[in-house]
């Protein structure tokens, strides 16, 4: 594969005559709209090359669904999965198990069908969606709680097919620090017992001092013991409330896999990977502002509709435009190819198992086309 960025005049016919591919297969590699129009600044990944013979570096790539998931979207992309996590289950504090409101028997059984492992993912979701930490530890300090809560999990992997479980914790309170892990622990024994391994997802730490909720109940070197897999939840620097910049900069990844190594071994992490972005009005106002989630194919949409060029942060290795609608200045921070080529290229130079995609409910092919071109998925 090649990654092409668009300089002014480009056309689909254009590109497709200078690297010699069709322009069919640009269109729908990149998923572009009639009648093909195209933003400056662009990245297009365009099929090159035959196949190669060498060998690619194993990956395990798993993709977060929720039971609404489209379900061409879900037969286009597990293909290219390792895993499916089912989003999610709740629990309440005396250990029963909260299925999503949304039946999800249809994902559990896609999964199967194409030799993709479903796994239940287990949140302490309240019943406005938000986390509840309150929650979590009137869980992990219930003996009894705990106990029908590995019950329960058991029984969705025994009866319903489930092939292991992510724990999914967030705001943990810091001194639910260690019960937690012990939490962690006594699920993966339980579900290891049944063939099945268990993973938890970690907040983005850089260092074992770092204040703060998302961080002080999240002990790297506890729960990389405790579970089989972690899931760097590396994303969401740039978020709805926060101001406009790029959602998982590769610089602050990077930070965070090297403090990860510190404590955890690479066999054992998934890089976590964004497959969405962020549209901002401007100007910012903290407390105020909130951006508007927007899946990859539309960010780039929107800069052609409004012929904004595309720029590319180079320390964050991230695109970005501005533009103007309505008398009001927008500016966007999205993943493309490129941005997700260097993601790619971290999980190589680490030596990381995988990754993690939050979440695949919005279609990004040339993602997937650049995944299988640079990994074996296991």
Same mark, same amino acid.
């Given at each position: 594969?090649?990654?092409?960025?668009?300089?002014?005049?480009?056309?689909?016919?254009?590109?497709? /005559?200078?690297?010699?591919? +069709?322009?069919?297969?640009?269109?729908? $590699?990149?998923?572009?709209?009639?009648?093909?129009?195209?933003?400056?600044?662009? &990245?297009?990944?365009?099929?090159?090359?035959?196949?190669?013979?060498?060998?690619?570096?194993?990956?395990?790539?798993?993709?977060?669904?929720?039971?609404?998931?489209?379900?061409?979207?879900?037969?286009?992309?597990?293909?290219?999965?390792?895993?499916?996590?089912?989003?999610?289950?709740?629990?309440?504090?005396?250990?029963?198990?909260?299925?999503? +409101?949304?039946?999800?028997?249809?994902?559990? /059984?896609? &999964?199967?069908?194409?030799?993709? %492992?479903?796994?239940?993912?287990?949140?302490?979701?309240? %019943?406005?969606?938000?986390?509840?930490?309150?929650?979590?530890?009137?869980? !992990? =300090?219930?003996?009894?709680?705990?106990?029908?809560?590995? %019950?329960?999990?058991?029984?969705? !992997?025994?009866?319903?097919?489930?092939?292991?479980?992510?724990?999914?914790?967030?705001?943990?309170?810091?001194?639910?620090?260690?019960?937690?892990?012990?939490?962690?622990?006594?699920?993966?024994? %339980?579900?290891?017992? #049944? $063939?099945?391994?268990?993973?938890?997802?970690?907040?983005?730490?850089?260092?074992?001092?770092?204040?703060?909720?998302?961080?002080?109940?999240?002990?790297?070197?506890?729960?990389?013991? /405790? &579970?089989?897999?972690?899931?760097?939840?590396?994303?969401?620097?740039?978020?709805?409330?926060?101001?406009?910049?790029?959602?998982?900069? #590769?610089?602050?990844?990077?930070?965070?896999?090297?403090?990860? #190594?510190?404590?955890?071994?690479?066999?054992?992490? =998934?890089?976590?990977?964004?497959?969405?972005?962020?549209?901002?009005?401007?100007?910012?106002?903290?407390?105020? +502002?909130?951006?508007?989630?927007?899946?990859?194919?539309?960010?780039?949409?929107? /800069?052609?509709? =409004?012929?904004?060029?595309?720029?590319?942060?180079?320390?964050?290795?991230?695109?970005?435009?501005?533009?103007?609608?309505?008398?009001?200045? =927008?500016?966007?921070?999205?993943?493309?190819?490129?941005?997700?080529? &260097?993601?790619?290229?971290?999980?190589?130079?680490?030596?990381?198992?995988?990754?993690?995609?939050?979440?695949?409910?919005?279609?990004?092919?040339?993602?997937?086309?650049?995944?299988?071109?640079?990994?074996?998925?296991?």
């Amino acid at each position: 594969m090649t990654i092409y960025t668009v300089r002014p005049n480009d056309t689909v016919d254009s590109i497709a /005559a200078q690297y010699g591919v +069709s322009p069919q297969s640009i269109i729908y $590699g990149n998923q572009l709209a009639y009648p093909y129009p195209l933003a400056i600044g662009q &990245a297009l990944l365009l099929d090159t090359e035959s196949p190669g013979e060498g060998s690619l570096p194993a990956a395990f790539v798993g993709g977060y669904a929720y039971p609404f998931i489209d379900r061409e979207v879900l037969e286009e992309t597990l293909p290219y999965l390792s895993g499916l996590f089912v989003f999610s289950y709740g629990f309440t504090p005396e250990g029963a198990l909260l299925p999503p +409101s949304l039946d999800d028997s249809f994902l559990v /059984a896609q &999964a199967k069908s194409y030799g993709v %492992a479903p796994i239940l993912t287990l949140t302490p979701l309240d %019943a406005a969606g938000c986390f509840n930490n309150q929650l979590i530890s009137q869980l !992990i =300090h219930n003996e009894d709680a705990k106990q029908q809560l590995i %019950a329960n999990l058991s029984y969705q !992997i025994t009866e319903r097919g489930f092939e292991g479980v992510d724990i999914d914790f967030e705001y943990i309170l810091p001194e639910d620090r260690i019960p937690f892990a012990d939490f962690v622990r006594e699920v993966r024994i %339980a579900v290891n017992d #049944l $063939g099945y391994p268990v993973s938890v997802a970690l907040a983005p730490k850089t260092s074992d001092a770092q204040t703060g909720l998302l961080y002080e109940g999240k002990d790297y070197a506890l729960l990389g013991e /405790a &579970a089989n897999y972690v899931l760097l939840m590396t994303y969401e620097w740039g978020y709805t409330y926060g101001p406009p910049m790029a959602v998982a900069p #590769l610089n602050k990844v990077r930070q965070v896999v090297e403090y990860a #190594l510190t404590k955890i071994p690479a066999p054992k992490i =998934h890089l976590g990977v964004p497959n969405y972005g962020y549209d901002w009005t401007l100007p910012f106002v903290q407390g105020t +502002s909130k951006a508007t989630t927007i899946g990859n194919v539309e960010a780039v949409q929107i /800069a052609i509709s =409004h012929d904004a060029a595309i720029q590319f942060d180079e320390t964050a290795q991230s695109p970005y435009f501005n533009y103007s609608w309505e008398g009001s200045i =927008h500016e966007v921070w999205f993943e493309d190819v490129r941005s997700l080529s &260097a993601k790619f290229g971290l999980v190589k130079e680490y030596g990381l198992r995988g990754m993690g995609y939050w979440q695949i409910m919005r279609l990004f092919r040339a993602n997937w086309l650049l995944l299988a071109d640079t990994f074996s998925i296991i």
